[in-house]
């Protein structure tokens, strides 16, 4: 790149990404059909040999173009310190247990950081192939074309999504409990296995709320900039502002966020079903 390390064009960022996220997708689709190699984290946490080999791809064809800048990738963690002010955030494989039992909702999720501040995400389902993008103050888009979080007023008439950690069995902050809570106030809820995709299903208004605990910074990077650019509003339990680097994260089209905060943090003495 003939661009100075610190400005780099959005575009230019946005299409780079955009490359190694189909890229990723379409090596990802290729082990889907002709097979994988499944290992174990601990007793419900997989990775796969499609995982190191979609990190690797993502990695390499971002390192082309931007050979100074920084990774962060849920296999490998910090490839490396970099002085650049430039970190990209890499989860090569969101939803690996659905991967590895056939269940189509996965994805290639890339963020971008620069100093601090997440202000590019780019999220590609390979089985749909539906690409999700988005810059910091340029909207967010599925495919081409704008997307924006949904006009749902009333939690009883929200449709919800959540997730579970992988060490569900062993810590008592597992989530089940707000689950619980959000059964009986909810129109519905759905877990699909994929943090990723929860957040671009939100800001495309398929979802109108996602909460979870537990969460990696790779599992938010890109996801946050794509709900966040289509309206939506996102923050910790409290209502702070959401931090990648920190385990909580409440996402919602911004009418149903107070009702899900007071949700999350109530006495569970007072859960009543909605009337």
């Not at 849920?74 to 970190?87: A, D, I, N, Q």
């Not at 409440?250 to 009418?255: L, Q």
């Amino acid at each position: 790149m003939t661009t100075p390390p610190d400005d780099i064009p959005t575009d230019i960022l946005l299409e780079v990404a955009i490359g190694a996220g189909k890229k990723a997708g379409a090596l990802l689709l290729d082990y889907a059909r002709s097979g994988f190699r499944v290992e174990h984290k601990n007793p419900i946490n997989l990775v796969t040999d499609a995982d190191h080999a979609a990190e690797q791809c993502v990695i390499d064809h971002l390192r082309s173009q931007f050979p100074a800048h920084g990774f962060l990738a849920e296999e490998r963690g910090r490839v490396e310190l970099s002085p650049s002010p430039y970190l990209w955030i890499i989860d090569p494989l969101d939803g690996t247990t659905n991967f590895a039992h056939g269940y189509p909702a996965y994805c290639v999720s890339i963020g971008l950081e620069h100093r601090g501040r997440c202000i590019l995400g780019v999220i590609f389902d390979p089985s749909r192939d539906e690409l999700f993008t988005a810059a910091d103050k340029c909207g967010a888009h599925l495919n081409g074309r704008p997307i924006h979080v949904s006009d749902t007023t009333a939690l009883g008439s929200s449709l919800l999504v959540t997730g579970f950690a992988y060490d569900i069995r062993d810590t008592p902050k597992n989530n089940l409990d707000h689950f619980a809570r959000f059964a009986l106030k909810a129109q519905g809820l759905r877990r699909t296995g994929s943090a990723a995709l929860d957040l671009c299903y939100v800001a495309a208004g398929r979802f109108d709320g996602f909460w979870e605990v537990r969460l990696n910074p790779w599992d938010m990077a890109a996801g946050s900039v794509i709900a966040q650019e289509a309206g939506g509003r996102l923050t910790d339990f409290r209502g702070k502002q959401l931090s990648i680097y920190e385990q909580e994260l409440v996402a919602s089209n911004g009418h149903i966020h107070e009702a899900m905060l007071n949700i999350l943090n109530e006495n569970p003495a007072s859960i009543a079903p909605s009337t």
